[in-house]
């Protein structure tokens, strides 16, 4: 079948007219960040945050008009309302408005049935955080705890990988969607909703969309704890994050080396903005094991996080070395926790986990007010 152009789809939302003002919503300049994948169309409808409950029939009627386009298979608009900064640092949450019509107040808590919601984050790409996300939750569900796993990480998902899952996400209703789940851990993943071989281009509201669809049109059930593998960096979707989400805290995952170079300290200086609580630093690829001469190497400085996180003031939780096996399984869908759980990767993985669940447990006693912005 013929797949839709960009064209074709502004042309199909010409014929969307604002209610309140004169015009369409393509003339004055609402839509933003339309993507087209195959037959899979995905762009918001910025708005005034005043008029976000009011224009749900605006955002159904501009799908409707979507969806009659030939060759399109799924239409996904969300209404985002641009704070006065533009975004980047809005003191007010957006007015997303996924409730199907009922007006919604705009402090309304999203994920209102799990007990902690603890972010995974790292200043920058590639310091293993993702293994680490998986490799942590698995080790919360042996545990006995319901566990669930965000991948927030929407430019490079790479949970579903991990995860071992493959396959789309069902929706009973057409609205909601149930989450895919494996090793008795619910996930969602921007990843089994998109292609993963064309690389996605996303702006702010379509970040925000993105993750908030994630958590407020999934059916997660309750929950223990979640965690969200944040993307590496201190961007949008990160405030987004912090600013949406009660978070109980933030785990940031980081090198030796990296630490040292002050990468994992922005990470950490933004949790501290937003008034989440930084749980602890995680040294990952602290050495490395040599699986030839089974010798131990400290090539990256060995040591460098946990001092770094003494003399910024935040806990450290634990190290675990460099090691093809942890490569490789987590690449491979199976990850260490879970294919080798006597091992003593496992262990340390666990020990970690216990530490974060005793921070944010029933027992810890912390609280789960959304954190208030601080602009400095
Ligand atoms: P990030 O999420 O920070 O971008 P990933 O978790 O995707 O990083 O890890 C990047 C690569 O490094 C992956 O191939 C992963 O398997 C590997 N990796 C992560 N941690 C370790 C480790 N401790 N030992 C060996 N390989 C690791």
Redesign the pocket.
Same mark, same amino acid.
């Given at each position: 079948m013929a797949q839709p152009n960009e064209g074709q789809i502004l042309e199909a939302l010409k014929t969307v007219r604002d209610p309140d003002r004169d015009g369409d919503v393509v003339s004055l300049g609402m839509i933003a960040g339309l993507v087209v994948k195959g037959g899979n169309v995905g762009f918001s409808i910025e708005v005034d945050p005043e008029r976000g409950a009011a224009l749900e029939p605006l955002r159904k009627a501009a799908e409707k008009a979507v969806e009659n386009v030939p060759g399109v298979l799924s239409v996904t608009a969300v209404l985002t309302a641009e704070t006065a900064g533009g975004g980047q640092n809005g003191s007010q949450p957006s007015a997303h408005d996924h409730d199907h019509g009922h007006a919604q107040p705009k402090s309304d808590v999203l994920l209102p049935e799990v007990g902690a919601i603890v972010a995974v984050a @790292?200043g920058? =790409?590639?310091? =293993?955080? @993702?293994? !680490? #996300?998986?490799n942590l939750t698995l080790a919360l569900a042996a545990s006995g705890l319901r566990v669930g796993l965000l991948d927030a990480?929407i430019y =490079?998902p @790479?949970l579903p990988t $991990?995860m071992g899952i493959k396959g789309r996400p069902t929706s009973p209703d057409g609205k909601v969607l149930l989450p895919m789940e494996n090793y008795g851990v619910k996930t969602m993943s921007i990843g089994f909703l998109v292609e993963q071989d064309t690389p996605m281009i996303w702006r702010g509201p379509m970040v925000m969309g993105a993750l908030e669809q994630m958590m407020r049109d999934v059916v997660w059930g309750p929950l223990d704890i979640m965690v969200v593998?944040m993307p590496?960096g201190t961007g949008d979707a990160q405030l987004t994050m912090a600013q949406r989400v009660p978070l109980a805290g933030a785990v940031i995952?980081s090198t030796p080396q990296d630490l040292a170079l002050l990468d994992a300290r922005k990470g950490l200086n933004m949790f501290r903005k937003v008034d989440v609580p930084v749980l602890g630093v995680i040294e990952? $690829?602290?050495y490395f094991n040599c699986p030839h001469c089974g010798q131990r190497s400290d090539i990256f400085n060995h040591g460098g996080a946990h001092a770094a996180a003494d003399a910024m003031g935040v806990d450290f939780l634990g190290e675990?070395?460099?090691? $093809? #096996?942890?490569?490789? !399984? @987590?690449?491979s869908g199976r990850p260490i926790v879970v294919s080798d759980p006597e091992g003593a990767?496992a262990k340390a993985y666990r020990a970690i986990a216990d530490a974060i669940w005793e921070k944010v447990g029933p027992g810890a006693g912390a609280g789960r007010e959304a954190p208030k912005i601080v602009i400095q």
């Open positions: @790292s920058k =790409g590639g310091v =293993g955080k @993702s293994t !680490t #996300a998986v990480d =490079g @790479s $991990m593998d590496p995952v990952n $690829m602290s675990i070395p460099l090691d $093809m #096996a942890i490569r490789e !399984t @987590s690449d990767h």
